[in-house]
């Protein structure tokens, strides 16, 4: 399954987000989203670690979608560079 058609599903994206500090059980998982416990399974991909199923993410596929967002990210940095600029001049011309 491509990477994007993965994180276009909005529960895969919260699940993720809350993969992000390491290995969870399912039951903590299912405990933090409004979804059952074979939704939430459905989502993951199951890692074995003897009679407990541990999920984690493996960003390995997720390089595509970096290297796509990467040239906007670079117009979001300047853009934003160029925000707070104008900002800090609006807040110094309102110091006069």
Do not use: C
Request: overall charge negative; proline content about 6%; aromatic content about 6%.
């Amino acid at each position: 399954m491509h990477a994007f058609t993965i994180l276009a599903e909005p529960n895969r994206r919260l699940l993720l987000d809350l993969l992000l500090e390491g290995a969870e059980p399912v039951s903590r998982l299912v405990e933090q989203v409004d979804m059952s416990q074979p939704v939430v399974s459905k989502h993951l991909r199951i890692l074995r670690d003897g009679q407990r199923r541990l999920y984690s993410i493996n960003p390995k596929p997720l390089e595509e979608v970096d290297a796509w967002i990467q040239p906007y990210r670079e117009i979001w940095s300047e853009r934003l560079d160029a925000l707070e600029n104008h900002l800090g001049q609006t807040e110094l011309e309102s110091d006069r």
